[in-house]
């Protein structure tokens, strides 16, 4: 059963900082590209960051470039983003996602539950 648990949401003031942390188990974490995405009340679920299987491809959404860091530790199967100089508008529902290669039979796709990051003064 694969599961992804995110967590390290919370309430935190504008300019801070947070860590999500989203731990994976049941599917080939170390395979798989791994990304965080975000759904905002009334708005459709955006993505944040996208990193590849090794590590070494690393997408950012427009909006956190400069801000956000995605990384992850194929030891442990733990995906992380470090959230800084918070805003706003970064106020959402954080949720893990893991595309899992199976070659000629394309891509599995998994989510967590989300994670709520709010960010208010």
């Known amino acids: 059963q694969e599961q992804l648990v995110e967590s390290g949401g919370g309430l935190v003031q504008p300019g801070g900082s947070l860590r999500l942390s989203c731990e994976c188990s049941g599917f080939l974490f170390s395979r798989s590209t791994m990304s965080w995405y975000r759904q905002a009340p009334g708005k459709e679920r955006e993505l944040v960051a996208r990193?590849?299987?090794?590590?070494?491809?690393?997408t950012y959404a427009d909006s956190v470039k400069g801000r956000f860091t995605i990384s992850r530790d194929n030891n442990k199967d733990t995906l992380s983003l470090q959230m800084s100089s918070l805003k706003a508008e970064d106020t959402a529902v954080y949720y893990c996602h893991a595309g899992e290669p199976m070659g000629r039979f394309g891509t599995l796709e998994y989510w967590g539950r989300g994670t709520q990051v709010t960010v208010t003064s």
């Open positions: 990193i590849n299987a090794e590590g070494g491809d690393i």
